[in-house]
């Protein structure tokens, strides 16, 4: 295990960056961030930052030399900039399984080729490739195969003719065509594995979205019997297959055939924050206990939570800016306020989050509709 005291570095400036520097820096280690911005989310609480592009070969060069190990905050960060890192330093996530989750195409590809459970998808990387598509791929969703986020990058589409107009208007670049799943529940399931192939998976959590955003996780998931079990299980056969070291998280629809895969973010996720109050271990707890080659953590729930996201929107009333009432947040039991330090708040934006933790999700909700009504979030 590395020394409390060393130095962890990070690529990327967030706010999932943050709150890996708040557990890093708990566990008595030092944060380096590497990211172009030198006053975002995680530079603002790290211990030092230098502020460069990722692919900045001098810079990362400097970064290298300063610290013990490598994570990443951010899958876009290129798969070449870790390679080079790895090269000479633990890298927790290495850049193969990074380059499978930045492209569509590849994960959806590693998905079937390892027999785990997908909806039905095709490749477009031509026209012909659409005027071919099957027919049971409509009514679908169009996807860049890159650096789609939150919704964007992904358009409906009915029929093959819509399929086409969308995909010329847009410039025709690679993307992933996927039939619509009749999804009951969206679910996401962070599992950590270890450099030794130790795994910890946490429990499910059930995700609402509203507008392709992320707007409400409530855990325990509200599931069948067995389907928690499952999801888990898939989860950890997932990571194994990638030979996975880090924070995983693994997005699934729950349907009425069973689990379909969704994606994967190689990194902490924002359904998983609620670990941070909820959980023995947090998922950046873990993060930076995998890269300290530290021994995992128990994943164990100690209590229901519900996580309502705060967007940049709860800062506006029409076009009027106005302060949210966050001293009523506060003051509401079992309410945990996180603000990640963004100077602007955009809509859409994420500004922070409420966990709301209780001994039952039903109260858990509770106090989740309490803290809506306060921000005056939509419910
Ligand atoms: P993604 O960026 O792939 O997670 O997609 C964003 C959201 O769009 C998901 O959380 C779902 O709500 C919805 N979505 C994505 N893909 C599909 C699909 N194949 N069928 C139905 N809904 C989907």
């Known amino acids: 295990m590395l020394p409390p005291g060393s130095w962890l570095g990070c690529l990327g400036g967030g706010q999932l ?3 890996f520097v708040h557990a890093a820096q708990a566990l008595g280690y030092k944060v380096l961030i590497l990211d172009p911005d030198a006053s975002g989310p995680a530079a603002q609480a790290a211990d030092d930052v230098i502020v460069a592009a990722y692919d900045d070969a001098a810079a990362i060069a400097r970064f290298a030399r300063r610290v013990a190990a490598v994570t990443t905050e951010f899958e876009n960060v290129p798969a070449a900039t870790l390679e080079r890192l790895a090269a000479n330093l633990p890298t927790r996530p290495g850049a193969e399984a990074v380059r499978i989750a930045q492209d569509r195409r590849r994960e959806k590809r590693f998905f079937a080729d390892h027999g785990l459970p997908v909806g039905r998808f095709a490749i477009i990387e031509r026209a012909d490739d659409l005027g071919r598509a099957d027919v049971g ?11 789609g986020y939150d919704g964007k990058g992904q358009w409906r589409v009915n029929s093959r003719e819509q399929a086409l107009l969308a995909w010329m208007s847009v410039g025709q670049p690679p993307c992933v065509l996927e039939a619509l799943v009749p999804f009951h529940r969206e679910i996401s399931v962070l599992v950590a594995r270890s450099r030794d192939g130790a795994v910890a998976v946490w429990p499910v959590q059930e995700n609402e979205h509203r507008d392709g955003i992320l ?26 297959a990638l030979d996975y070291v880090g924070v995983l998280a693994v997005e699934m629809f729950v349907t009425a055939d069973g689990l379909l895969l969704n994606e994967m973010a190689p990194r902490p996720h ?21 890269l300290a080659a530290a021994p995992l953590g128990a994943t164990t729930l100690v ?14 009333d029409g076009e009027v800016r106005r302060e949210p009432r966050f001293a009523d947040v506060l003051a509401l039991p079992g309410a945990h306020l996180h603000l990640y330090g963004k100077a602007e708040a955009r809509r859409g934006r ?25 921000l ?4």
């Open 376 to 379: 005056g979030i939509p419910q």
């Open 270 to 290: 924002n359904s998983g924050h609620y670990t941070i109050e909820a959980c023995e271990t947090s998922q950046f707890e873990q993060q930076a206990r995998i």
């Open 17 to 19: 960056g943050r709150m």
């Open 350 to 374: 994420k500004m922070g989050h409420v966990t709301c933790t209780a001994p039952t999700l039903t109260e858990a909700l509770a106090t989740a509709d309490a803290v809506s009504r306060a």
């Open 137 to 147: 791929l409509f009514p679908g969703i169009l996807k860049t195969a890159t650096l």
């Open 303 to 316: 209590q229901s939570a519900v996580m309502v996201n705060v967007l940049g929107d709860v800062w506006f």
């Open 215 to 240: 707007a409400r996780t409530l855990v325990p998931a509200r599931l069948d019997e067995g389907r928690p079990e499952a999801a888990q299980a898939l989860a950890a056969r997932l990571v194994a």
